[in-house]
C-alpha cells in the first residue's frame, strides 16, 4: 500500500540508487580490472605490497572512507572548490573507493590462475604487455563478472560513506539506503521494510539481468 | 624476405639455481627438413628447444640466426607436450596468432577456419577449445602454430600422451608442414616417430649434444656406442 502511494519519490530515490552506484560500478571496473590484469602479468617492484595493501583495503570501513572524502571534498578541503560535497558525484567518488579494491583483489584472484596457465603459451608467441592483459581480460570474463556483481552488491547496500558525503538531502542524494536509514530512525518501520523490499528486488533483478545477458552457466565450464 | 637459418649455437648454455641444465652445445641447424632430438629423460631435450626457441634464459655461449632476433621472434612458433589451450572456441584460438598480427576478425577467422579444417577440427568451429580432447587439444596447437607460416616449427614431444590414430593425423600435418616449407625442430622419446621424421638427429646425453647425424645414417650405425645402447633400448646413466 505505501509503496503504491509514494510511487513518485519512491521511484526518484530507487532510481538514483541504481544510478550512482552503476556510475560507481563502471568507473571503478574500468580502474580495477586493468589493474587485477597488470599485477597479475607484470613483475614489478611493489607487486607484492600493492596486491597486500588492495586486499588489506577490501575491508576499510565504508564510514571513514565516507569522512575522509568529506574532510577532502569540504569547503576547507583541497579538493573544495570542485562544490562536489553533497551531491551524488561525491556518492560516487566514495562508492569507487570501496569497491576498487575489492573488485581488483577478486579479479586478481581469477586472473593470476589464468595467468599461470597461458605463461608459457603467450610468452612464446611473443605477446605484448597489453596484449596479454587484454587476453586475459577477455577469456577470463566469466570470472571477472562475479568480482563485478560482489562490487555492485557492496556499493547498492551501502550506506555509511554515502549518509555522510551525500547527505541524505531529499531530491538530491537521498537513496534507498539512507531512506532506509531515515525512516527506521522516525520510526517508520513499515516504510523502512517496504524500501527494503524495494532495494533487495533491485539487487536481485539486477543480478539476474546480467546473468541472463551474458549466458553465465549456459555453457560448458570454461 | 631472407631465410632466419642457419640457427647457429656456440658454447650455448642453461642453468637454473646455478646448476648446469643443458650445454655447452655447438650446433648449427639449416633447412630444409626435421631435426628431431633424442635421447634419455632428463638430458635437457626440452631445455635444448626452449633454448633455441628463446623461451629459456641463455646463460652462457650465443646463439644466433640469420636474422636480427626481433624479426625472428614473428618467423617461429612452439608446440608444447601439453598443449595449452586459451578458453575460446577452436576458431578464435586458432586465429589468436593473426589477430595478435593486428588481422580483422573476420579475415583471421576465416583463415582459422581453414586450418581447423586441415587438421582435422573443420567440424567444430565453435565448440569451447577447453572440452577438446587430448588429441584434438594438439591438433588445435598445431595448427594455431602453423596459421602464422613459420620458418621454423618448435615442437616438445608433440605426441607423448596421445593415441596411434592422433599420433599418425599429427605426423601427417607435420610431414605436410615441412613439405610446405617449415623446418621442424622436434624432440621425441619415440624411436618409431624419429625415424619416421627425422632428416638428422641430435642425440642429447647430459645437457650435451653427444651425436649429430644424417636420420639415416645414424639409425643405421650410430657414430657413438652410448647412441647404438640408447637406440637398442639400454638404459643410459
Given at each position: 500500500?505505501?509503496?503504491?502511494t509514494?510511487?513518485?519519490?519512491?521511484?526518484?530515490?530507487?532510481l538514483?540508487?541504481?544510478?550512482?552506484?552503476?556510475?560507481?560500478?563502471?568507473?571503478?571496473?574500468?580502474?580495477?580490472?586493468?589493474?587485477?590484469?597488470?599485477?597479475?602479468?607484470r613483475?614489478?617492484?611493489?607487486?607484492?605490497?600493492?596486491?597486500?595493501?588492495?586486499?588489506?583495503m577490501?575491508?576499510?570501513?565504508?564510514?571513514v572512507?565516507?569522512?575522509?572524502?568529506?574532510v577532502?571534498?569540504?569547503?576547507?578541503?583541497?579538493?573544495?572548490?570542485?562544490?562536489?560535497l553533497?551531491?551524488?558525484?561525491?556518492?560516487?567518488?566514495?562508492?569507487?573507493?570501496?569497491?576498487?579494491?575489492?573488485?581488483?583483489?577478486i579479479?586478481?584472484q581469477?586472473?593470476?590462475?589464468?595467468w599461470?596457465?597461458?605463461?608459457?603459451?603467450?610468452?612464446?608467441?611473443?605477446?605484448t604487455?597489453?596484449?596479454?592483459?587484454?587476453?586475459?581480460?577477455?577469456?577470463?570474463?566469466?570470472?571477472?563478472?562475479?568480482?563485478?556483481?560482489?562490487g555492485?552488491?557492496?556499493?547498492?547496500?551501502?550506506?555509511?560513506?554515502?549518509?555522510?558525503?551525500?547527505?541524505?538531502?531529499?531530491h538530491?542524494?537521498?537513496?534507498?539506503?539512507?531512506?532506509?536509514a531515515?525512516?527506521?530512525?522516525?520510526?517508520?518501520?513499515?516504510?523502512?521494510?517496504?524500501?527494503?523490499?524495494?532495494l533487495?528486488?533491485?539487487?536481485?533483478?539486477?543480478?539476474?539481468?546480467?546473468?541472463a545477458?551474458t549466458?553465465t552457466?549456459?555453457?560448458a565450464?570454461? | 624476405?631472407?631465410?632466419?637459418l642457419?640457427?647457429?649455437?656456440?658454447?650455448?648454455?642453461?642453468?637454473r639455481?646455478?646448476?648446469?641444465?643443458?650445454?655447452?652445445v655447438?650446433?648449427?641447424?639449416?633447412?630444409p627438413?626435421?631435426?628431431?632430438?633424442?635421447?634419455?629423460?632428463?638430458?635437457?631435450?626440452?631445455?635444448?628447444?626452449?633454448?633455441?626457441?628463446?623461451?629459456?634464459r641463455?646463460?652462457?655461449?650465443e646463439?644466433?640466426?640469420?636474422?636480427?632476433?626481433?624479426?625472428?621472434?614473428h618467423?617461429?612458433?612452439f608446440?608444447?607436450q601439453?598443449p595449452?589451450?586459451?578458453?575460446?572456441?577452436?576458431?578464435?584460438?586458432?586465429?589468436?596468432?593473426?589477430?595478435?598480427?593486428?588481422?580483422?576478425?573476420?579475415?583471421?577467422r576465416a583463415?582459422?577456419?581453414?586450418?581447423?579444417?586441415?587438421v582435422?577440427l573443420?567440424?567444430m568451429?565453435?565448440?569451447?577449445?577447453?572440452?577438446?580432447?587430448?588429441?584434438?587439444?594438439q591438433k588445435?596447437?598445431?595448427?594455431?602454430?602453423?596459421?602464422?607460416?613459420?620458418?621454423v616449427?618448435?615442437?616438445?614431444?608433440?605426441t607423448?600422451?596421445?593415441?596411434?590414430r592422433?599420433?599418425?593425423?599429427?605426423?601427417?600435418?607435420?610431414?605436410?608442414?615441412?613439405i610446405?616449407?617449415?623446418?621442424?625442430?622436434?624432440?621425441?622419446?619415440d624411436?618409431?616417430?624419429?625415424?619416421r621424421?627425422?632428416?638428422?638427429?641430435?642425440?642429447?646425453?647430459?645437457?650435451?649434444v653427444?651425436?649429430?647425424?644424417?636420420?639415416?645414417?645414424?639409425?643405421d650405425?650410430?657414430?657413438t656406442?652410448?647412441?647404438?645402447?640408447?637406440l637398442?633400448?639400454?638404459?643410459?646413466?
Open positions: 500500500m505505501l509503496l503504491i509514494l510511487d513518485g519519490d519512491l521511484l526518484e530515490i530507487a538514483r540508487s541504481l544510478r550512482v552506484t552503476l556510475t560507481a560500478l563502471v568507473i571503478a571496473g574500468l580502474i580495477a580490472l586493468p589493474l587485477a590484469a597488470l599485477l597479475a602479468v613483475r614489478f617492484r611493489w607487486r607484492r605490497a600493492v596486491i597486500a595493501i588492495l586486499n588489506a577490501m575491508s576499510l570501513p565504508p564510514v572512507v565516507g569522512l575522509v572524502v568529506y577532502i571534498l569540504s569547503r576547507s578541503g583541497p579538493l573544495g572548490a570542485l562544490g562536489l553533497f551531491t551524488p558525484g561525491a556518492m560516487i567518488i566514495a562508492q569507487v573507493i570501496i569497491i576498487v579494491p575489492l573488485i581488483a583483489s579479479a586478481h581469477s586472473l593470476r590462475d589464468l599461470s596457465e597461458y605463461h608459457d603459451l603467450l610468452i612464446s608467441m611473443n605477446v604487455q597489453t596484449q596479454k592483459m587484454a587476453t586475459l581480460l577477455w577469456d577470463a570474463r566469466r570470472a571477472l563478472l562475479t568480482a563485478m556483481l560482489a555492485f552488491g557492496r556499493a547498492i547496500g551501502e550506506v555509511g560513506a554515502i549518509m555522510i558525503v551525500g547527505g541524505n538531502i531529499e538530491a542524494t537521498r537513496v534507498l539506503t539512507t531512506a532506509i531515515l525512516e527506521t530512525g522516525k520510526g517508520d518501520f513499515a516504510l523502512a521494510l517496504a524500501l527494503g523490499f524495494v533487495i528486488a533491485l539487487a536481485v533483478t539486477i543480478n539476474f539481468a546480467i546473468h545477458l549466458r552457466e549456459r555453457e565450464r570454461w | 624476405m631472407s631465410a632466419i642457419p640457427l647457429r649455437l656456440s658454447g650455448a648454455e642453461a642453468r639455481r646455478g646448476k648446469r641444465l643443458v650445454g655447452p655447438d650446433l648449427t641447424l639449416n633447412s627438413g626435421a631435426t628431431v632430438v633424442i635421447g634419455p629423460n632428463g638430458a635437457g631435450k626440452t631445455t635444448l628447444l626452449r633454448l633455441m626457441h628463446g623461451t629459456e641463455l646463460a652462457g655461449g646463439i644466433s640466426w640469420a636474422r636480427p632476433l626481433a624479426e625472428v621472434r618467423e617461429i612458433a608446440v608444447f601439453t595449452v589451450v586459451l578458453r575460446r572456441s577452436v576458431l578464435d584460438n586458432i586465429a589468436y596468432p593473426l589477430r595478435l598480427r593486428g588481422q580483422s576478425r573476420k579475415n583471421a583463415e582459422a577456419l581453414d586450418w581447423a579444417g586441415r582435422g573443420g567440424g568451429p565453435d565448440r569451447q577449445a577447453t572440452v577438446l580432447s587430448g588429441g584434438e587439444r588445435l596447437a598445431l595448427a594455431r602454430a602453423l596459421i602464422t607460416r613459420p620458418e616449427l618448435f615442437l616438445d614431444e608433440p607423448a600422451a596421445l593415441d596411434g592422433s599420433t599418425r593425423e599429427i605426423e601427417t600435418i607435420l610431414t605436410e608442414a615441412s610446405a616449407g617449415t623446418r621442424l625442430i622436434l624432440s621425441t622419446h624411436m618409431g616417430q624419429a625415424r621424421l627425422a632428416t638428422e638427429v641430435v642425440f642429447l646425453l647430459h645437457g650435451r653427444h651425436e649429430t647425424a644424417a636420420a639415416l645414417a645414424f639409425f650405425a650410430p657414430g656406442p652410448e647412441a647404438a645402447a640408447f637398442r633400448g639400454d638404459i643410459i646413466e
